[in-house]
């Protein structure tokens, strides 16, 4: 325990210290939709026009994105017992194809269309009217098209990463109902608020470059709420619970890690230099906490597990996602470093505190996307985005308590709005399957199917 408290200091004095590291050598990068200007003489303000490179960028980094839905549900399915293991991957693989319906008709239009006081989008998009060929509003060079359907893929995933907290337990008709009103009464305000021109993104200015706020803070605040609602499984702290297929879960980790890229380079929404540090630090971010995790968990317990390194490459994935346009290579070996170590320190105190998060949403998407929020406030650098703001170690400290506004904000709205749902849900066609059904297993009681022949 004394050399995990060295190393936790350790990483506190690099995060005073890190953030500075070429900060100043790296290019500046222009806004996404800020055209350089090539005219001696002024001239008339032309449309914006469709880029091919950019264009196929999207196209790529939106196919990246939704290979992570089912990248998760590998790496879901491997850790709950075989019984539940398709029932398990059928969640994920049913967000896919729920939410996708859901964006079309009018959840995309919630969440980017016309501004409605700062805090929903209009109905003006309803089923795509509007949403054509044309460059897309927020990102002038790509098909609006293009912009909707890698916005959606964000929206496809965040449900489906809240089904690790009551993974083996819920019934997949509530799942069903869940995932339609929660896309549309949280998902889409929030995403609102910060990306599509509503009261966090533009009133109070913070930065969330790829979804702390968005994706992980969002569905980690509703898996606590799905947590206390539904309950613990039967057996829970009496009987193990082990991962039944470790080599799934590994599987599944590297698709996300794979997938990520698009997630967090794809927010770049181009092809040009921004993509290419969010390249660069996604990855470093995610290796550094992988190794950070590993480190802790080796000398805390006495042996790395495979277990431990994939579950710390996700931390450092999560938690650099806010900041992956806005820090430093070398910041982002503080964010993932410091992420590995928060995250499986939260984790550990999981029996302690007594409650079922079946596959440890709060202690990674959680303690990670807050981290990596606020972390966003520390090392954020105009040096590296013009479109971002500086942090605190550049001259900025306000930029810090704002991104706190905003995940205290996001906290308040999900966990209260989630709460609601559920509770609807539950009212009308209950959460939990039956004592008898969740002995049996959800993969033969819920889809009459098994996972394994043998």
């Known amino acids: 325990?004394?050399?995990?408290?060295?190393?936790?200091?350790?990483?506190?004095?690099?995060?005073?210290?890190?953030?500075?590291?070429?900060?100043?050598?790296?290019?500046?990068?222009?806004?996404?939709?800020?055209?350089?200007?090539?005219?001696?003489?002024?001239?008339?303000?032309?449309?914006?026009?469709?880029?091919?490179?950019?264009?196929?960028?999207?196209?790529?980094?939106?196919?990246?994105?939704?290979?992570?839905?089912?990248?998760?549900?590998?790496?879901?399915?491997?850790?709950?017992?075989?019984?539940?293991?398709?029932?398990?991957?059928?969640?994920?693989?049913?967000?896919?194809?729920?939410?996708?319906?859901?964006?079309?008709?009018?959840?995309?239009?919630?969440?980017?269309?016309?501004?409605?006081?700062?805090?929903?989008?209009?109905?003006?998009?309803?089923?795509?009217?509007?949403?054509?060929?044309?460059?897309?509003?927020?990102?002038?060079?790509?098909?609006?098209?293009?912009?909707?359907?890698?916005?959606?893929?964000?929206?496809?995933?965040?449900?489906?990463?809240?089904?690790?907290?009551?993974?083996?337990?819920?019934?997949?008709?509530?799942?069903?109902?869940?995932?339609?009103?929660?896309?549309?009464?949280?998902?889409?305000?929030?995403?609102?608020?910060?990306?599509?021109?509503?009261?966090?993104?533009?009133?109070?200015?913070?930065?969330?470059?790829?979804?702390?706020?968005?994706?992980?803070?969002n569905s980690a605040v509703a898996a606590i709420v799905a947590i206390i609602v539904v309950g613990k499984r039967k057996g829970y702290g009496v009987e193990p619970m082990l991962p039944h297929n470790l080599p799934m879960t590994i599987l599944g980790a590297g698709l996300l890690w794979f997938g990520w890229f698009g997630f967090n380079a794809g927010s770049a929404l181009s092809s040009a230099g921004l993509a290419s540090l969010a390249f660069v630090t996604t990855n470093t971010a995610s290796a550094a906490a992988a190794m950070s995790w590993t480190a802790a968990e080796w000398m805390h317990r006495g042996k790395p597990t495979a277990l431990g390194a994939v579950s710390g490459a996700v931390a450092g994935l999560v938690a650099i996602t806010p900041a992956a346009g806005f820090v430093s290579p070398m910041s982002s070996i503080v964010i993932g470093g410091v992420a590995g170590i928060i995250c499986y320190l939260a984790v550990s105190l999981k029996p302690k505190l007594g409650y079922d998060d079946s596959l440890d949403v709060i202690g990674v998407h959680g303690v990670g996307g807050t981290w990596g929020a606020l972390a966003t406030g520390i090392f954020a650098s105009t040096a590296l985005n013009a479109a971002g703001k500086d942090g605190l170690l550049f001259g900025n400290p306000p930029l810090l308590g704002i991104q706190a506004m905003a995940v205290i904000a996001s906290y308040v709205f999900v966990f209260i709005a989630t709460l609601i749902i559920l509770k609807i849900v539950d009212w009308t066609v209950g959460l939990r399957v039956s004592d008898g059904e969740e002995f049996v297993g959800l993969d033969h009681a819920v889809h009459g199917e098994s996972g394994y022949t043998s």
């Not at 936790?8 to 500075?20: A, D, E, K, P, R």
């Not at 003489?41 to 994105?65: C, N, R, Y």
């Open 1 to 217: 325990m004394k050399r995990l408290l060295t190393v936790i200091c350790l990483l506190i004095f690099l995060v005073m210290t890190g953030g500075y590291v070429f900060a100043e050598d790296l290019p500046v990068e222009a806004p996404v939709q800020q055209a350089p200007a090539v005219e001696a003489a002024p001239a008339a303000p032309s449309e914006s026009k469709i880029d091919t490179g950019d264009t196929a960028w999207m196209l790529i980094s939106t196919a990246l994105v939704m290979l992570m839905t089912p990248g998760l549900a590998l790496f879901y399915g491997g850790m709950v017992r075989r019984k539940n293991v398709l029932g398990t991957i059928m969640q994920s693989f049913a967000m896919l194809c729920i939410v996708s319906i859901v964006w079309v008709l009018w959840g995309y239009s919630l969440s980017f269309g016309p501004d409605k006081g700062g805090i929903i989008g209009g109905l003006e998009w309803f089923g795509l009217n509007g949403v054509g060929q044309e460059p897309a509003p927020l990102a002038g060079t790509i098909p609006h098209l293009v912009f909707m359907m890698f916005q959606g893929m964000f929206a496809i995933i965040t449900p489906a990463l809240i089904t690790g907290a009551f993974a083996e337990r819920m019934k997949f008709s509530a799942l069903m109902l869940f995932s339609v009103l929660w896309v549309t009464f949280v998902y889409s305000p929030l995403c609102h608020w910060v990306w599509g021109g509503g009261w966090i993104g533009s009133v109070l200015g913070a930065l969330d470059f790829a979804g702390g706020t968005v994706v992980h803070i």
